[in-house]
């Protein structure tokens, strides 16, 4: 195939993986997440600095403030405000996936055992978390997962 760019050959940078069935959040999808969003995502880490610097001023200070994120995933979009509100805050992480909710569980263990995050299988086509009094709730990429 022609060089593209900087004469990397494009087709070195083709996925050739073809789809097997109905794609669902399986094992396979969980452990290549990261790297799938990012390479298919235009723009993904300033998203993602972005959604942290909107919702960080919608965070309540003084009281135990609870931030939410539904369809958590591996748990990309809750991990900076974990890592700045610590155990001042309370937070609720909603996910479907078998795989994805073992990813959060392992990577959020700490927080998870001592009360602070709670983490819930949800399918929110038909039920939805408590999240009455909460300051922040994301659901980031997460509707054009939604099966209608």
Do not use: N
Request: hydrophobic residues 45%; proline residues 5%.
């Amino acid at each position: 195939m022609t060089d593209g760019p900087f004469g990397i050959e494009l087709e070195a940078r083709r996925d050739h993986t073809l789809p097997e069935g109905k794609w669902t959040f399986d094992q396979g999808v969980a452990g290549v997440f990261d790297e799938m969003l990012e390479r298919s995502i235009p723009s993904y880490e300033t998203m993602r600095g972005l959604v942290f610097e909107l919702g960080c001023s919608f965070v309540r200070r003084g009281d135990l403030a609870t931030i939410v994120d539904l369809g958590a995933s591996a748990g990309d979009a809750i991990a900076p405000f974990v890592e700045k509100y610590g155990a001042t805050a309370r937070y609720e992480l909603v996910e479907i996936s078998d795989p994805f909710l073992e990813k959060l569980r392992d990577r959020f263990a700490g927080f998870l055992e001592a009360g602070r995050l709670a983490v819930r299988k949800v399918d929110l086509r038909t039920d939805y978390p408590p999240v009455a009094g909460a300051s922040l709730v994301l659901s980031i990429l997460t509707l054009q997962f939604t099966p209608i």
